[in-house]
C-alpha cells in the first residue's frame, strides 16, 4: 500500500514514516503543501495524510484542489485538539476521516488501512474511458461487448483504473495481486493479456509500460 505523508515536523515525520514502514507500508514523506500537491497530481497513492498546517498551502487547500481535480484519493487530515472548525470543513470538504495529535502509532495504521479498504471496495465496477470492470464477476466490457477475464486479469485492471492514468510501481501491481509473489515478467505478461482482450473488444483503452518504468491505463485516442 502507497502512503503519501505530508508533515512539516521533519523529526515527526520521520518517525511516522519509520512505524508506517515497519507495518508493510511504502511511505512517500513531504514537507509542505505545494510539494504534496505535487506529489498527488504526479502518482498514485492508497491513501494521503495532511497536516492541516503546513507552509505553503495548508492541508484543507490541498484537500480541496484535490478534490476540484477529481482525484479521490482517501485524505487523512492530521489535526490539532484546538482545530475543531478545521476537522468539520476538512469533512465536508471531502476528507475521509481525521486524526488528533497526539496521536496512537496504531491507530493511524489502523485508520490507514480503514481509508483504503473503502476506496478499493467502493464499487464492484470500475470505469476508465470506454471501458467497464466488473471485479466481482471478472468481466471487461465496452459498447461492443464483453469478455470474461480471470481474476487476476480483472485486479490489475481495476487497479490501474483507479490509479487514473498515473503509472504505478510493478512491485505495487505484484503486491496488490499477486501477494508479492508475481513471477519474473508476470506482471508485463498480464499486461499483454489486458491489451489483447481490450483490443478484441475495440477498446480506446490500453496498457502501457514496462516492468523498469511501471505501468499506467491510457486512453489511446488521446495518448
Given at each position: 500500500m502507497r502512503v503519501l505523508l505530508a508533515e512539516d515536523n521533519v523529526r515527526l515525520a520521520r518517525a511516522t514514516e519509520v512505524i508506517l514502514?515497519?507495518?508493510?507500508?511504502?511511505?512517500?514523506?513531504?514537507?509542505?503543501?505545494?510539494?504534496?500537491?505535487?506529489?498527488?497530481?504526479?502518482?498514485?497513492?492508497?491513501?494521503?495524510?495532511?497536516?492541516?498546517?503546513?507552509?505553503?498551502?495548508?492541508?484543507?487547500?490541498?484537500?480541496?484542489?484535490?478534490?476540484?481535480?477529481?482525484?479521490?484519493?482517501?485524505?487523512?487530515?492530521?489535526?490539532?485538539?484546538?482545530?475543531?472548525?478545521?476537522?468539520?470543513?476538512?469533512?465536508?470538504?471531502?476528507?475521509?476521516?481525521?486524526?488528533?495529535?497526539?496521536?496512537?502509532?496504531?491507530?493511524?495504521?489502523?485508520?490507514?488501512?480503514?481509508?483504503?479498504r473503502h476506496r478499493s471496495g467502493a464499487s464492484p465496477k470500475v470505469c476508465f474511458g470506454d471501458l467497464v470492470i466488473g471485479e466481482d464477476d471478472?468481466?471487461?466490457?465496452?459498447?461492443?461487448g464483453s469478455l470474461s477475464v480471470n481474476q487476476r486479469e480483472a485486479q490489475m485492471a481495476a487497479l490501474l483504473a483507479h490509479a487514473g492514468g498515473k503509472k504505478v510501481d510493478t512491485s505495487w501491481l505484484s503486491d496488490r495481486v499477486w501477494d508479492g509473489a508475481a513471477l519474473d515478467g508476470e506482471v508485463e505478461l498480464y499486461a499483454s493479456y489486458l491489451n489483447g482482450k481490450l483490443e478484441a473488444?475495440?477498446?480506446?483503452?490500453?496498457?502501457?509500460?514496462?516492468?523498469?518504468?511501471?505501468?499506467?491505463?491510457?486512453?489511446?485516442c488521446g495518448a
Open positions: 514502514e515497519k507495518n508493510g507500508l511504502t511511505v512517500e514523506v513531504v514537507h509542505d503543501g505545494p510539494a504534496a500537491l505535487s506529489a498527488l497530481k504526479g502518482g498514485y497513492f492508497d491513501v494521503a495524510v495532511l497536516d492541516i498546517m503546513m507552509p505553503g498551502l495548508d492541508g484543507l487547500e490541498v484537500l480541496r484542489r484535490v478534490r476540484a481535480e477529481g482525484n479521490d484519493v482517501p485524505v487523512i487530515l492530521l489535526t490539532a485538539k484546538t482545530q475543531v472548525d478545521d476537522k468539520v470543513v476538512g469533512l465536508e470538504d471531502g476528507a475521509d476521516d481525521y486524526i488528533t495529535k497526539p496521536y496512537d502509532s496504531r491507530e493511524l495504521v489502523a485508520r490507514i488501512r480503514a481509508a483504503a471478472s468481466t471487461l466490457s465496452t459498447r461492443e473488444l475495440g477498446s480506446d483503452v490500453k496498457v502501457e509500460g514496462s516492468a523498469d518504468d511501471g505501468w499506467r491505463m491510457v486512453e489511446s
